[in-house]
C-alpha cells in the first residue's frame, strides 16, 4: 500500500499564485524528496529533506518537515505555466531500499 | 548529468507473449528499481536491486521477474504479458550505501500495451 499520500489531489492556480500541497506518512523515515512529473514523462527529483531537517529551500521551492505530525508540505512560489505537471512524495523507510511514492497532486497553472 | 535509459518509449505486445524491458544507468549507482504507474494508483514498487545479482520485491512483482548482470543494467521480464500488464514502466536508480538514502533518477518511461 501507498504511504506517502499527497492533498490535495489536484490545485488551479493563477500565475504568479503561490501553490501549496501536503503529504502524509505512516511510519518513521530516513527522509522525504519530492518528484515533479511533466505529462507522460519520467519523474524529475526536486528536493530532498531527511528525517532531521526542518525546512529546505531550492529557488522557488520551499519544503518543510513535521515528524511530530508525519507530514510534509511542498510551496511553489510565484508559480509559472511551467510549474504545470504532477507532484509526488516519496518517503524512504528507516533501514530499507525501498521507496513509498504517494499517488501524486496535479498541479495545473493558468497562463 | 545522470543518465538513466529505458530501451523503448512505446511497446505493443499480444497477451501471451514473453516482454523484456532494459534499463541501463551511467552513475554507478548501486540501487535500481522498476515501478508501474497507473492512473489513480500513482507509483508502485515492482522489484528493486541493491547490488548485481541481488533483487528483492516490491509491492506487486507477481507476473514479474527481473535481473541485475551488470551493476548498470536492470531488465524486467514479463514472462507471459497479459492485458492487466498495460501500463506505464518507470525505471530508477540511485545511489545507496547503508541507511543513507539519496534521490533517485528516473528514465523516460516505456508505455507498454498488451492486446
Known amino acids: 500500500s501507498q504511504q506517502g499520500e499527497e492533498d490535495p489531489q489536484a490545485l488551479s492556480i493563477q500565475e504568479g499564485e503561490n501553490a501549496t500541497m501536503n503529504c502524509s506518512y505512516k511510519?518513521?523515515?530516513?527522509?522525504l524528496q519530492w518528484y515533479r512529473q511533466n505529462s507522460g514523462r519520467g519523474l524529475v527529483h526536486l528536493i530532498l529533506?531527511?528525517?532531521?531537517?526542518r525546512e529546505k529551500h531550492s529557488g522557488r521551492l520551499r519544503v518543510t518537515l513535521d515528524t511530530s505530525k508525519k507530514s510534509s508540505s511542498l510551496l511553489i512560489t510565484a508559480s509559472r505555466a511551467a510549474d504545470t505537471a504532477s507532484y509526488f512524495c516519496?518517503?524512504?523507510?528507516?533501514?530499507?531500499?525501498?521507496?513509498?511514492f504517494g499517488t501524486g497532486t496535479r498541479l495545473k497553472v493558468l497562463a | 548529468d545522470v543518465k538513466v535509459t529505458q530501451s523503448s518509449r512505446y511497446l505493443v505486445k499480444r497477451t501471451g507473449e514473453k516482454v523484456f524491458l532494459e534499463c541501463v544507468q551511467d552513475?554507478?549507482?548501486?540501487?535500481m528499481f522498476w515501478y508501474r504507474q497507473d492512473p489513480g494508483l500513482g507509483l508502485r514498487l515492482i522489484y528493486f536491486?541493491?547490488?548485481?545479482?541481488?533483487?528483492e520485491k516490491g509491492d506487486i512483482p507477481e507476473g514479474y521477474s527481473v535481473s541485475r548482470e551488470k551493476k548498470e543494467r536492470f531488465s524486467l521480464i514479463l514472462e507471459s504479458a497479459s492485458t492487466n500488464q498495460t501500463s506505464m514502466y518507470l525505471c530508477?536508480?540511485?545511489f545507496g550505501q547503508g541507511s543513507r538514502f539519496y534521490e533517485q533518477y528516473f528514465g523516460p518511461g516505456t508505455r507498454l500495451t498488451v492486446t
Open positions: 530508477a536508480s540511485s
Open positions: 511510519t518513521s523515515i530516513n527522509n
Open positions: 529533506i531527511r528525517s532531521n531537517e
Open positions: 516519496a518517503t524512504a523507510y528507516s533501514g530499507t531500499y525501498k521507496y513509498i
Open positions: 552513475m554507478d549507482h548501486e540501487n
Open positions: 536491486s541493491y547490488d548485481v545479482k541481488m533483487k
